[in-house]
């Protein structure tokens, strides 16, 4: 959460001239707020839709935004296993200022709520990643250059 996912991903799509999806803007398209899904459904059924969003993004062959919890879902992280897969990481030192007065609903307790989800996903972010760049200090446009120099290079 609040690695700058999406500003980097939609930055890398534009460089590479594909497709670019945030599956929370997708989700959020479809089914309203992530805050008022968690509140009316619960959040195995936000994961649901995730899922069903990840599906669709990775099918067209684009650059993919996941909400951080989406790979937690077992059939999510199934359709990134042949999938290059970016990992974004941050410091909590760099994400306490990012997260601040977000409406987040897995942030309850701010900062201590991202360390406690992060330490939890951490394994699994890192198993799936084919590789993996710190956003907590250089420029978003800097990432993404790099980011995208190193996937031209894989072509």
């Known amino acids: 959460m609040a690695a700058g996912k999406s500003k980097i991903g939609r930055r890398v799509a534009r460089s590479l001239g594909v497709p670019f999806t945030d599956t929370d803007r997708v989700i959020v398209a479809r089914h309203g707020p ?59 030192a760099a994400v306490r200022s990012r997260i601040a007065g977000s409406n987040r609903p897995l942030l309850t307790d701010g900062i201590e709520s991202w360390e ?5 996903r951490r394994p699994v972010y890192e198993a799936l990643a084919t590789a993996t760049w710190d956003t907590s200090t250089l420029p978003i446009t800097r990432i993404a250059d ?7 290079g894989r072509r």
């Not at 684009?62 to 970016?86: F, N, P, Q």
């Not at 406690?116 to 939890?120: D, P, S, V």
């Not at 790099?146 to 031209?152: G, V």
Request: glycine letters at 6%; a negative charge; charged letters at 30%.
């Open 146 to 152: 790099d980011i995208t120099a190193w996937a031209k």
């Open 34 to 92: 992530i805050p008022e899904i968690f509140e009316r459904e619960g959040e195995p059924a936000f994961r649901e839709y995730e899922r069903d969003a990840v599906a669709r993004a990775v099918a067209k062959r684009s650059v993919v935004s996941l909400g951080g919890g989406a790979v937690m879902h077992h059939e999510t992280r199934a359709l990134l296993e042949d999938a290059t897969v970016v990992y974004l990481t941050v410091t909590s």
């Open 116 to 120: 406690r989800i992060f330490a939890e």
